[in-house]
């Protein structure tokens, strides 16, 4: 008699969804063009062409693992709307670079340029995350229809966040809880610049607590 651990085969969607995972976790450990096929095979436990016959190519699984991020990305701007704007949006740019931090070298190429950008895909999935990202900020500014001044000041921070994280990405010589701090002091400096000239800003922003 033989005795031995029966392996359960997964099912197509199952194991499209193992590929992305582990797909995920090395290019997050790696940039994306570090990462071959083969190792995504190996750390899955199956054959390179059984990769081949979920994905037709690297591009097609980094683009599917892009996807899973952006989505987590996205939620890493949703917080609680107590208390004040200030320390809501601590809290937001904690939870953003608690996502730089777990996905570092895929964040970076991401932005600098990895296997997928330029990609229709890839672009809108970016996109999508800026938009979310957004639209979570006005949220908690508590305006619908922004005035084009603020919206210039949200998207600008936006971008501002972005920078900041890939060159704290490049040796992370300051420390991550005072880029955070920075980043909302940042925010409250451009606003602060634009509602000096703007009295509808001004009024939006009194409103909002800021």
Same mark, same amino acid.
């Given at each position: 008699m033989?005795?031995?651990?029966?392996?359960?085969?997964?099912?197509?969607?199952?194991?499209?969804?193992?590929?992305?995972?582990?797909?995920?976790?090395?290019?997050?450990?790696?940039?994306?063009?570090?990462?071959?096929?083969?190792?995504?095979?190996s750390a899955a436990g199956i054959s390179r062409p059984l990769?081949?016959?979920y994905f037709p190519g690297k591009l097609s699984?980094?683009?599917?693992?892009?996807?899973?991020? $952006?989505?987590?990305?996205?939620?890493?701007?949703?917080?609680?709307?107590e208390g004040p704007l200030g320390a809501r949006l601590l809290r937001v740019m904690r939870r953003f670079f608690d996502f730089v931090d777990e996905h570092g070298?895929?964040?970076?190429?991401?932005?600098?340029?990895?296997? $997928?950008?330029g990609s229709s895909t890839t672009n809108a999935l970016v996109d999508g995350v800026r938009q979310a990202a957004y639209l979570q900020i006005l949220a908690h500014l508590r305006v619908?229809?922004?005035?084009?001044?603020?919206?210039?000041?949200v998207r600008s921070w936006i971008a501002l966040a972005e920078?900041?994280?890939?060159?704290?990405?490049?040796?992370?010589?300051?420390?991550?809880?005072?880029?955070?701090?920075?980043?909302?002091?940042?925010?409250?400096?451009? $606003?602060?610049?634009?509602?000096?000239?703007d009295t509808e800003m001004a009024t939006l922003l009194r409103r909002a607590g800021l």
């Open positions: 033989t005795t031995g651990v029966v392996r359960r085969r997964m099912g197509v969607e199952e194991r499209r969804q193992q590929l992305i995972g582990v797909a995920l976790d090395l290019f997050s450990r790696r940039s994306p063009d570090d990462v071959s096929i083969d190792e995504i095979a990769v081949y016959h699984l980094y683009e599917a693992a892009l996807q899973r991020a $952006a989505g987590d990305l996205k939620e890493r701007f949703i917080v609680p709307r070298p895929g964040f970076s190429a991401l932005m600098r340029g990895g296997p $997928a950008v619908d229809q922004p005035p084009a001044r603020l919206e210039l000041v920078a900041t994280a890939l060159i704290w990405l490049d040796g992370r010589r300051i420390p991550r809880a005072e880029l955070e701090v920075q980043l909302v002091h940042d925010f409250a400096a451009l $606003a602060a610049v634009s509602a000096a000239s």
